[in-house]
Every structure is written in structure tokens, then in C-alpha cells.
């Protein structure tokens, strides 16, 4: 089956800082792809590609066999294609009600236009129990995001994703300063995505998490893919190292 999304060959210069420098990489149908490297490596800046928030200045993507013309691609065009990016921070306003939060700026909207509230707060509502399994007093479409823990958060915009039917979804560092109990909160979500058949590539620093969910894990070294391995290829304490090999040989 062909690959979900496949770039070619993808450079991007920042001024004179070169992120990144021929990248080829293949996201597969209904798997996590984690994504790991150096502080610098280009991860971002990849991810950003695909989400559209960056313009490549060379190479070529496919989407589900679209090829990507990068003179009208932006957030909005990468989400009609099914990308839907959840970032670390930033994704949810603190002070808004949840309901506001999952439907902003793709408003559900009454016969005469207007914006429905009614409607807006009842599928929020099967998204905290359904989607998210989040049954707690608290958590009702009226709550401010700023009651979520961190893990409830970064779930709440993944179920956004879903909920608008996302094919591909991206994650930056999902669980960096997230506690043990939260950031397995995370990880199982990403689960659910993929026994869902979609499709997830998974940025982070933190080995053990990738290990756990990731089917195949790609190592960006300055700007490249340096190498990609399936899970059953590699052990733990052998990524590490393998990482620590990449860091090294920057110095
Ligand atoms: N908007 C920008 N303007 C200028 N330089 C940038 C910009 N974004 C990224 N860079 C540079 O591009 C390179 C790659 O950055 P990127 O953020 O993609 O790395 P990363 O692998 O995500 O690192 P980290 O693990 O620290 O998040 C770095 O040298 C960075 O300083
Ligand atoms: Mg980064």
C-alpha cells in the first residue's frame, strides 16, 4: 500500500541556518512514526512542513497521492488533506470553555448561519465521554481548559483531531513535562488513533515513550534522516546509544 504522506527530498533554510537538507520519509497507513533527534535536528521544521505552518524551499510531498503544490499550502490546506498538528503548548486557550476550544474557527453552524452553541456543547460532550473516556464531574463541555491536567489536555486536542476526521496526525514532544500517570494518558490516545487506522508521527525526546508505541522510529541527524528503524529491530538501551552516536559526532 503507498504511504500516507511522502516527502522527497525536502530543504529548508532559515537565512543561513540550513534545517533541513534532503529529507525522504514515508509515513505508512495506520502506523506511529516517531520522529528523533538532537536539539536542532530539523524535527520541528519537518513537522511544520507537513502541517503547512513552513513552506519547503525545495522537494516534493505527497498527501494520500496528492501531490502538495506548495505555492497554496498552508494550515488550512494540510487539514483538508487530513493533517491535524497538536503542539506541545499553545493548542487550547486556557481560559475558554472546552466546547469553545474543539470547535474554534470550524464552527458548527444552525440552518440561518448562526454559530450553534447548543449543538457545539453536545458533541463535546460525547467527545470528553466517548472519544476520551473522561467521565469526572469536572469534566463537562462548560469546564475552562485551565481545569485539564496536562494529560487531559494534549488528549483533548487529539480528540479534536479525531473528531474532525484527521487521517494524520502530528505531534510535537506530546509528553515532555508530563507526569508518568499523564503522559501514559497520551500514549494511549495515540494508541487509539492508530487502532483506528490512522496515521501519527510522533516527535519526542523521551525514548521510552517512543519505544512503547512507535512502529518504526526515524533519527534525524543535522538536518537528515540518518536512519529509520521497526521496533522489532531495536532494543531500548540500542536507541539510546544510536542516538548518543548522532550527538557525538556533532561535536
Ligand atoms: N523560525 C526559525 N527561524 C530561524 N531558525 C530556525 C527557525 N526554526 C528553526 N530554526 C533553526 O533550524 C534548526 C532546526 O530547528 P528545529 O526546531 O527543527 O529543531 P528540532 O529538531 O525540533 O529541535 P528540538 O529538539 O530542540 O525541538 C535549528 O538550528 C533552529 O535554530
Ligand atoms: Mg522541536
Avoid at 503544490?69 to 498552508?74: E, V
Amino acid at each position: 500500500m503507498e504511504p500516507i504522506v511522502s516527502m522527497r527530498g525536502i530543504t529548508k533554510s532559515f537565512g543561513p541556518v540550513r534545517a533541513l537538507e534532503g529529507v525522504d520519509l514515508d509515513l505508512r497507513r495506520g502506523e506511529v512514526l516517531a520522529l528523533l533527534g538532537d536539539n536542532g535536528a530539523g524535527k520541528s521544521t519537518l513537522i511544520k512542513i507537513l502541517s503547512g505552518l513552513h513552506v519547503a524551499d525545495s522537494g516534493t510531498m505527497e498527501i494520500a497521492g496528492n501531490p502538495v503544490d506548495w505555492k497554496g499550502y498552508d494550515v488550512a490546506a494540510a487539514r483538508r488533506l487530513g493533517v491535524e498538528t497538536v503542539y506541545q503548548e499553545r493548542s487550547l486557550g486556557e481560559k475558554q470553555p472546552l466546547w469553545r476550544n474543539v470547535f474554534v474557527g470550524r464552527h458548527l453552524k444552525t440552518k440561518l448561519g448562526l454559530i450553534d452553541a447548543k449543538r457545539e456543547k453536545e458533541e463535546t460532550r460525547k467527545l470528553l465521554a466517548d472519544v476520551l473516556g473522561l467521565k469526572g464531574a469536572g469534566l463537562h463541555p462548560e469546564a475552562r481548559v485551565a481545569t485539564l491536567s496536562g494529560g487531559e489536555r494534549q488528549g483533548l486536542a487529539i480528540a479534536r483531531a479525531m473528531y474532525f476526521d484527521a487521517t494524520i496526525i502530528v505531534l510535537d514532544e506530546p509528553t515532555t513535562a508530563l507526569g508518568v500517570g499523564e503522559a501514559g494518558k497520551v500514549l494511549s490516545f495515540v494508541e487509539r488513533l492508530r487502532d483506528e487506522g490512522r496515521s501519527c508521527l510522533f516527535v519526542s525526546h523521551e525514548l521510552h515513550h517512543v519505544h512503547r508505541i512507535a512502529d518504526r522510529m526515524a533519527l534525524m541527524e543535522q538536518g537528515r534522516i540518518a536512519s529509520i528503524f521497526e521496533r522489532s529491530e531495536i532494543g531500548l538501551k540500542e536507541l539510546a546509544e544510536r542516538l548518543l552516536l548522532g550527538h557525538e559526532g556533532r561535536r
